[in-house]
């Protein structure tokens, strides 16, 4: 892996989300808590809504077009719903967030 | 028809009326007299009353029909002089009334404790409707002195401090309602009490009250100096015995009945708070109901005995929950079991003699009180059940933890409502007899009927009577996160003085760490509408269009709508929408219904930038995506129209200028109208006002989404002022009651515009809504683009980082 400094972890309030933008897409940031950070696709697999967007509870979001609601951990859709969304390793270190470069597509930047 | 007077229309005599017209409707014809200028009401719920938890209205038992239709007269803020036996009449204040029979119900007085300056204004007793009332009429921040620690105390100081007021409670034992509680339940209670902010002090001994002419500070005997606007004297009741001890009756602590409820003269008789029995008195009402089920029974000849039962005792506190029975004194030959759970705050204790149950002192779960109480009177041998008696019913005989079960074992003759004395069979045959719901349980039975603890308990029985068929109803929980209802939960919040979510989610007891996308909004929104100062909104529990200020749409872009206050526009400020529209290629513009304008597809990061650029000329956030006033729709009025009778465009202007901002439990839109040709659809609004000749029609509750509803009146007045006073005053309302995602017309099913009507025709009440509105508006009547265009804010509307370009090398 090759961890890539993306930004601080305030930059994300607590409970809320962020976009990065990667060659795979965009992907959303979560901070579900102090220092708790996941990483998935940005969009919601029904009909494509921001999930960054949502509202974060607990390690899910709920997409704010249509109350899907999805595990940040594993992607898997909750409830009743079915459906994955990609998800990346990230890390917070030292207050910083570090995503996986080669995970969401881009070359190592070396 | 024989001639009944009554004196004194309190909860007993109340009874005895209703138990007679219902057995004999044509036997009797009543006078009945009142000290007070009313007529029956639940004492018992003045507590509610005090604390803002209900109005006056909720708790009259007798109304002016209810005697009308009984062919009652009424003789209400008359005093009796005196009561002459030898020719059968009572002498009132204007004019003697004869009697065949005499039923004296006068209660009790409080004792106001002889202290030096106990008769200084500002000195009060907590017994009647004038009594709560001062303590209402207390301003915000006002100082309470409350003396005695007992039931009536405690729900005073708790009253008086939801209110707002400083309150200080002394009380002379040691510790708090030391008749019902042990010390270890009197310092839950306690520590609950100044949770709240209430100031404890025991073992405190009044020496004097001090003030000129009105109360200023109350001294103790150890030489503490409390500064004080108001004094409530808590600390006991006397029986007031004065008419029939002048008229010459039989009186020792209070006036002396049989078990027939006869005095020491055949023709008269006397319940309630006034008698002696066997050298008991009575205080608490289920005593009182059963003595008026036998005086009722006496007058109509009828064979019947009073004997009085055990007591048990139920503190309305909102959120203190408190139970007693029987006898807790320690002694020889008895045992304690003891549970206690204090991170839960519960404490449990069961006195135990003989293998018999003979007291219960319960804190923080009382669930199983009435089962313990049953086995308490039923003197149950409860030797096979010592070892898990304190766990309750549930754990009995391997039965599984079901309170359903628990409460399809009671027998017939459990009592169910301690107020009433209903027990359990009574209740299962009103609902064999078509009795399906709690409304017509309560009406057949009067179950629940009074203090409510029991309401629960009765919508078991129906479900364990009904089964499938009956479906709980009721607490429809706000979501999987919590089994309150959202009417528990902005009560608690209340009650509770929660002010934070994660206070709400520890203390209501949240299945989940914080919460889901359905309780967070709703309980953010409770928070910020109870706690205006004390609450900070939390945009990260705010649906996208709150957080971001725009409503999302379906491709992910947004919509900007900027205010145009009453629909009227400039040419400048026109054009500032037209150079936004190009500059940030906006797709759609469209003319809304609102009488303004959208601009549709608006890509998120350019959101800041084209506010700062809209706020530069002048506009500003129109909230088109708010749980918040959307917009206020007019006509031209008297300003161009040849048939406007009143200026509904400066009215509108206004409405909207006082109420932009604020947050609501659901969207709000309004209209004003300039004559009842209604061009601005006023009459389809949460709140649509049409002007006439002669005033404003304020109209509430329409709707025309996916009910199609038109306006109740609300009230109509003379004046623009109060059109905005009312109006703004009604928003309130709404905001403090309804139920998060409730329209205005949907709140008004539920607590019926009848009760709105009432609680906004008091002008104090309305003035008091104005200012709490007027004061959340000092906090959020601020413009969100403005506030979040700015640098550091507008950051967060792009992406975090971008990796798909190439690191610069």
């Known amino acids: ?110 | 028809m024989e001639r009944l007077v009554v004196i004194g229309a309190g909860m007993a005599s109340g009874r005895l009326l209703e138990h007679l017209f219902e057995a004999a409707p044509e036997k009797f014809e009543v006078t009945l007299f009142n000290a007070e200028p009313r007529g029956n009401y639940n004492r018992i719920m003045l507590s509610p009353v005090l604390s803002g938890e209900k109005s006056y209205a909720e708790i009259v038992t007798h109304d002016d029909d209810w005697y009308a239709a009984h062919g009652v007269t009424c003789r209400f803020g008359e005093r009796i002089r005196r009561i002459d036996r030898d020719r059968r009449v009572v002498v009132g204040t204007t004019g003697e009334v004869p009697y065949d029979r005499l039923v004296i119900a006068t209660g009790s007085d409080p004792f106001i404790v002889p202290c030096p300056g106990h008769d200084l204004d500002g000195v009060i007793a907590y017994r009647d409707l004038d009594d709560t009332n001062r303590m209402i009429d207390q301003p915000q921040g006002a100082r309470a002195v409350v003396i005695g620690g007992g039931l009536l105390g405690l729900e005073a100081a708790a009253g008086l401090r939801l209110r707002g007021m400083e309150v200080t409670v002394l009380h002379l034992a040691g510790h708090l309602m030391e008749r019902q509680l042990d010390p270890a339940a009197g310092y839950l209670l306690r520590a609950d009490l100044e949770r709240r902010g209430i100031t404890v002090m025991t073992q405190a001994s009044t020496k004097c009250i001090r003030g000129d002419g009105k109360v200023e500070t109350v001294e103790l005997e150890d030489g503490t100096v409390l500064p004080a606007d108001l004094v409530v004297m808590a600390v006991g009741i006397r029986p007031a015995v004065a008419l029939a001890r002048d008229a010459g009756l039989t009186v020792g602590r209070a006036i002396e009945v049989d078990a027939q409820m006869q005095t020491s003269d055949p023709d008269v008789f006397a319940l309630g708070e006034c008698v002696e029995f066997t050298g008991q008195l009575f205080g608490l009402v289920a005593p009182l109901y059963d003595q008026a089920k036998v005086l009722a029974a006496t007058l109509l000849g009828q064979e019947a005995a009073f004997a009085p039962k055990q007591l048990s005792t139920k503190l309305k506190v909102t959120g203190c929950d408190l139970f007693s029975a029987g006898d807790f004194a320690e002694g020889p030959g008895r045992e304690d079991i003891v549970f206690r759970d204090p991170a839960r705050g519960i404490y449990k204790r069961l006195v135990v003699e003989d293998d018999r149950l003979v007291g219960a002192v319960m804190y923080g779960d009382t669930a199983d009180g009435n089962w313990f109480f049953g086995l308490i009177k039923d003197g149950t041998d409860v030797s096979e059940m010592r070892e898990t008696l304190i766990f309750g019913p549930a754990y009995q005989g391997g039965a599984a933890a079901d309170p359903m079960a628990a409460v399809a074992a009671l027998p017939a003759d459990a009592e169910i409502c301690g107020c009433n004395g209903v027990c359990k069979g009574q209740i299962v045959s009103a609902i064999e007899g078509g009795a399906t719901d709690l409304g017509a349980v309560r009406a057949q039975t009067k179950a629940s009927a009074s203090c409510g603890t029991c309401t629960g308990l009765v919508e078991q029985v129906l479900a364990a009577t009904l089964g499938e068929a009956f479906a709980m109803p009721a607490a429809q929980p706000v979501c999987g996160c919590t089994d309150l209802s959202h009417e528990d939960v902005r009560r608690l919040i209340k009650a509770q003085e929660l002010k934070s979510q994660p206070a709400v989610w520890q203390e209501l007891g949240w299945r989940t760490p914080n919460g889901c996308h359905v309780c967070r909004p709703a309980v953010n929104f409770y928070l910020l509408a109870d706690w205006p100062l004390e609450y900070l909104d939390d945009p990260q529990s705010r649906f996208v269009n709150e957080r971001k200020h725009a409503n999302i749409q379906k491709d992910g872009t947004f919509s900007v709508v900027p205010r145009m206050w009453g629909g009227i526009t400039s040419a400048a400020e026109l054009r500032a929408i037209a150079d936004a529209a190009e500059k940030y290629d906006v797709p759609t513009v469209k003319v809304t219904g609102g009488q303004r304008i959208d601009l549709l597809g608006v890509k998120g990061e350019d959101l800041p930038a084209m506010w700062a650029d809209l706020n530069a000329a002048g506009l500003v956030s129109g909230h088109a995506y708010s749980k918040g006033l959307r917009t206020v729709k007019t006509c031209v009025g008297t300003d161009h129209c040849r048939f406007g009778t009143q200026d509904s465009t400066g009215l509108g202007i206004r409405l909207e200028r006082r109420l932009w901002g604020s947050w609501t439990p659901h969207k709000v839109k309004l209209a004003v109208s300039g004559c009842p040709r209604n061009c601005a659809e006023a009459t389809c609004k949460d709140v649509g006002i049409v002007c006439v000749d002669s005033g404003f029609e304020i109209g509430v509750g329409g709707a025309a989404g996916m009910d199609v509803k038109e306006v109740e009146r609300l009230v109509k007045v003379a004046t623009e002022d109060e059109a905005v006073e009312w109006t703004v005053a009604f928003v309130q309302l709404y905001r403090e009651h309804a139920k998060y995602l409730d329209r205005p017309y949907k709140w008004l099913s539920k607590v019926g515009l009848d009760w709105v009507k009432e609680t906004l025709s008091d002008a104090a009440t309305r003035t008091a809504l104005v200012e709490r509105f007027d004061l959340s508006q000092t906090i959020y009547q601020t413009d969100p683009w403005a506030e979040l265009a700015v640098r550091e804010k507008a950051r967060a509307f792009a992406p975090i980082a971008d990796l798909t370009l190439e690191a610069a090398e």
């Open chain 1, 1 to 110: 892996m090759s961890w890539i400094d993306i930004g601080a972890l305030d930059d994300i309030p607590l409970r809320g989300a962020r976009v990065v933008k990667t060659p795979a897409g965009c992907v959303a940031l979560f901070r579900t808590a102090g220092a708790e950070v996941f990483a998935t696709s940005n969009t919601c697999a029904h009909k494509g809504g921001p999930l960054a967007e949502g509202i974060v509870h607990d390690r899910k979001v709920t997409c704010p077009l249509h109350n899907w609601v999805w595990s940040l951990e594993t992607g898997e859709a909750q409830g009743a719903d079915e459906g994955r969304i990609a998800t990346y390793p990230v890390r917070v270190e030292g207050g910083r967030i570090l995503i996986d470069a080669e995970a969401v597509g881009k070359r190592s930047a070396a």
